[in-house]
């Protein structure tokens, strides 16, 4: 069983940057898909960006330019570095790594981008 803990949220002005922390009590390169989802109020869950075990990476189109996912295998670690925030980047960030035999969450970070 592997654990999620995100980290790095916070509140950061329109235009600010943050980065996004998932320490994983595993190793993450035998994980099939790592990503990052987001959920705002009213709102249902959306994938914002994931990497692949292979190194594929995909983002959402809302923020395609702006946030870049990257991996540390050493480190067991997964980040999301977000800049250039919007406030509709608002939301719960949460972490999952799944795959066929497993699916894995962390309880979110907030981050909340406000002038």
């Known amino acids: 069983q592997v654990q999620l803990v995100e980290s790095g949220g916070g509140l950061v002005q329109p235009g600010g940057s943050l980065r996004l922390s998932c320490a994983a009590s595993?190793?993450?390169?035998?994980?099939?898909?790592m990503g990052w989802y987001r959920q705002a109020p009213g709102k249902e869950r959306e994938l914002v960006a994931a990497?692949?075990?292979?190194?594929?990476?995909m983002y959402a189109d809302s923020v395609k330019g702006r946030f870049t996912i990257s991996r540390d295998l050493a480190k067991n670690t997964v980040y999301l570095q977000m800049n250039s925030l919007k406030p509709e980047d608002t939301a719960v960030y949460y972490c999952r790594g799944w795959g066929p035999r497993y699916d894995y969450w962390g309880q979110g970070t907030q981050v909340t981008v406000s002038s």
């Open positions: 595993g190793s993450i390169f035998s994980i099939n898909t």
């Open positions: 990497i692949s075990r292979d190194g594929s990476i």
